[in-house]
């Protein structure tokens, strides 16, 4: 919004207003707009890992409590900024929030869920994301007509009202059965939780599984030196590659700058924050249909044709704007159309695929006793990469212009080639029993199979 680029980054805005020399991919390329963007990702980082031991030591309940309350205070300073510092300090605070966020939600999600319906309600988990990105666009769209220039303060400051609903809400949760056994030896309590949440009374072959995984995970002291052992590699690569995947698909540049790219190609401010709402409800639609299809087809058969979708469309909007858009001047309608319909190709590719799925697979695949080390890993390489790609966005725009499309469809070859030769189906398997998926796989189980060292585990 102009009045907040006027008051906390006035050289953008004035790059943007008067300066008519300076190149369509560079008009936004400022280390303060991306400092303030990245500060989040940094935030969230260090949190993750102070999420994972509150997560371990006093349950899950707990670790969204604090989430939730960080965003409040996060979204009171954004509200009521005076200074550039105040709004970077509410950001941090937002970060820490979905730091916490992101490492608890999924993993309560997945061990709350009946293995059946689990991948459908941790996608859940993004579905909501959408919905709250839509919820923000649509507010950016109003907020911006408010005359007097003080609409970003209502925008910032309305991110109280989710962290309300979570920090209220999660008063009421209760704790999951695997945390319960995990953190005490009262059984009784945790097997009353799983027939609760299983609407049976005949939970006793799953709380035995949970009750193994557990006394298991209470002989080791450092999850995160644990997960570094040969058997637990597939799921270490996992952790590692699928959110990395996840944030080099592209998809922060289009939702962080959707505005600020289609204000590029020569659309107007109204007409940017429009197109951002249009691929967000683009977004939310294809999430909320891989919630219904994930526990059907599979995880890997969405992978496979999202990643393809995903390349098909980048291609061919990098085509368009190098051929079409300048440095200087905008696009024709039409091709400004043809680009935002191609990119709400792409996010629906992603909304059915990498969106979900990049969250839902490390989350149902660790073991209990590296699972909160492993869901750490996942939320922090996913930080440090969002960071990373928010952080040179701008300047790679200005520097490559359309070629950036291309940059980004290189990596999506190299993700599908990986989930179809290295990623095991997940679907319907107990979430306790996940290491038989790669006992059998073709590769890993080359790695997995226990040393002779230890053969009573291998008949285990």
């Known amino acids: 919004m102009d009045a907040f680029l006027k008051k906390f980054f006035p050289e953008v805005y004035k790059r943007m207003k008067e300066d008519t020399k300076i190149s369509n991919y560079c008009k936004f390329d400022s280390q303060l707009l991306t400092s303030f963007t990245s500060s989040l990702y940094i935030a ?65 999600l997945s061990e709350m869920a009946p293995p059946r319906y689990r991948g459908a309600i941790n996608n859940g988990f993004q579905f909501s994301i959408g919905v709250g990105a839509l919820s923000a666009n649509l507010i950016n769209f109003g907020t911006e007509k408010i005359k007097g220039g003080w609409g970003w303060r209502v925008s910032l400051a ?8 979570l920090t209220l809400g999660a008063l009421f949760l209760p704790e999951t059965p695997n945390s319960l056994i995990q953190r005490s030896k009262d059984y009784g309590k945790a097997e009353l939780m799983l027939q609760r949440v ?26 995160f030196k644990k997960i570094l052992q040969r058997k637990y590699r597939p799921q270490l690569v996992m952790a590692i590659a699928i959110p990395f995947f996840q944030q080099v698909t592209g998809i922060n540049v289009i939702a962080f700058y959707a505005p600020v790219l289609f204000r590029a190609i020569g659309l107007g401010v109204s007409a940017s924050l429009l197109s951002a709402v249009v691929t967000g409800v683009v977004g939310m639609g294809s999430t909320f249909i891989s919630m219904l299809i994930v526990d059907k087809l599979g995880r890997r058969v969405l992978f496979l044709v999202g990643g393809i979708q995903m390349l098909v469309s980048q291609v061919m909007v990098g085509g368009i704007m190098a051929a079409e858009l300048g440095d200087h001047g905008g696009v024709s309608k039409v091709y400004a159309f ?88 997940t679907k319907g398997m107990p979430i306790e029993q996940m290491d038989r998926v790669w006992k059998e796989h073709w590769f890993w189980k080359r790695i997995v199979v226990e040393e002779p060292s230890n053969p009573k585990m291998e008949t285990a």
């Open 158 to 165: 309305l991110a109280a009202v989710p962290a309300s609903i």
């Open 338 to 425: 043809l680009v935002l319909l191609l990119i709400c190709v792409y996010v629906a590719g992603f909304g059915w695929s990498w969106g979900p799925l990049g969250w839902l697979v490390p989350s149902e695949i660790f073991p209990l006793e590296i699972r909160s080390a492993g869901q750490s890993i996942t939320v922090a390489v996913s930080f440090i990469f969002t960071f990373i790609v928010a952080q040179t966005f701008l300047s790679m725009l200005c520097h490559l212009k359309s070629g950036i499309f291309f940059f980004f469809g290189g990596w999506v070859v190299l993700m599908t080639a990986f989930v179809y030769y290295l990623l095991p189906e």
């Open 198 to 223: 299983r609407g049976t009374n005949d939970v006793q072959a799953e709380l035995d599984d949970l009750v193994k995984a557990s006394s298991l995970a209470k002989t080791i002291d450092d999850p």
């Open 44 to 108: 969230g980082l260090v949190a993750s890992f102070v999420a994972s031991w509150i997560t371990r030591k006093f349950g899950r309940k707990p670790t969204i409590l604090g989430g939730g309350a960080a965003f409040l205070i996060g979204s009171a300073l954004g509200g009521a900024a005076f200074n550039v510092y105040m709004v970077i300090l509410g950001r941090i605070l937002l970060g820490v929030g979905v730091g916490f966020a992101n490492q608890a939600v999924p993993l309560y």
